[in-house]
């Protein structure tokens, strides 16, 4: 496949419409599907989980978190802090807790982290606050035995952008062991050019300011530590699979810790969906990095 420069209007709007790639269903389908899906498992996971709703880190609506705490928290656990997707702009933290069950009963909280989507929100302001959640998380919970990240779609590359922060301006040094980025968009250039830009209004100043490929930091002894993986679904379209290439490649010419898997027999929307299951291939490749740490 060529450059996304040389495609056609036409090519690029399919590259970046993951619900056309689907094998499983028709587009409208597999997206209402998916709605259904983590509604579901997040009315699952709250009904039988102990939890903390509407926790606010910061003083916009939209800046709270749901965190899901094992049934023991008074010791150190480590903390999965989840950034759900949705192209920036849908979905919410409400449908997104469905990921808590199997690491919450090996005694994993996991906070779910709501940001202002578009058209409320900016890109800036969404960077801005996911980063603020993090520094606000480690501040409550400063006993855990490390933070991980784990981002679906935007999430993805919100979390990929909280991998490049100084953290020095917001005095913190949060102990980040892991990053699990589920089908990113790690460079943002080419969704300036598709509908997707219709309600974010991102110009390519911005674009280039909040892509992860063009923020990689050169790894530290702290950032050698946190091992990331960058995860596709078979079924994500070349775009994707191109952008989880490219930022592994990113990432690992700057010294971090990384690996790229691709996931067998998935689409973009339950590769992350499947995340409900303990027997899950990616449930359990987070479950072993951080029963190593």
């Known amino acids: 496949m060529g450059r996304w420069q040389d495609m056609t209007q036409e090519e690029l709007e399919k590259q970046y419409a993951p619900s056309r790639w689907s ?6 389908a ?3 599907a998916h709605v259904r899906e983590v509604t579901e498992g997040t009315r699952r996971a709250q009904a039988t989980m102990q939890t ?3 926790v606010p880190y910061g003083g916009s609506d939209g800046e709270k978190l749901d965190i899901y705490l094992p049934t023991d928290p008074s010791g150190a656990f480590p903390l999965v802090l989840y950034i759900h997707g949705g192209y920036w702009q849908f979905l919410s933290k409400e449908v997104s807790g469905f990921i808590a069950p199997p690491l919450v009963t090996q005694g994993i909280a996991v906070a779910v982290v709501g940001y202002d ?4 929100g900016h890109l800036d302001v969404m ?3 996911v980063r603020r959640s993090v520094a606000f998380i480690v501040q409550q919970y400063s006993k855990t035995s490390g933070v991980y990240l784990c981002g679906h779609s935007a999430g993805a590359h919100l979390a990929a952008m909280v991998l490049s922060t100084d953290w020095e301006e917001y005095g913190v040094t949060p102990d980040i062991k892991g990053a699990f980025l589920v089908s990113g968009v790690y460079d943002l250039e080419p969704i300036t050019h598709t509908s997707v830009n219709n309600l974010l209004h991102v110009s390519r100043e911005v674009a280039r300011r909040n892509s992860p490929v063009l923020c990689v930091t050169a790894a530290t002894p702290a950032r050698k530590a946190c091992e990331v993986l960058i995860a596709v679904a078979q079924h994500d379209s070349p775009e994707f699979h191109r952008q989880s290439q490219e930022y592994f490649q990113a990432l690992r010419s700057a010294g971090w ?3 790229l898997l691709d996931i067998a027999d998935t689409d973009h929307f339950d590769v992350i969906e499947k ?3 303990g027997g899950y291939i990616l449930t359990q490749v987070i479950l072993n990095m951080i ?3």
């Open 23 to 28: 094998h499983r269903m028709e587009k409208e």
């Open 30 to 32: 597999v997206i209402e």
């Open 52 to 54: 903390l709703l509407h």
């Open 117 to 120: 989507v578009a058209p409320k």
């Open 127 to 129: 960077v801005a606050q």
């Open 257 to 259: 810790s990384v690996s």
């Open 275 to 277: 995340l409900s299951q």
């Open 291 to 293: 029963s190593r740490a």
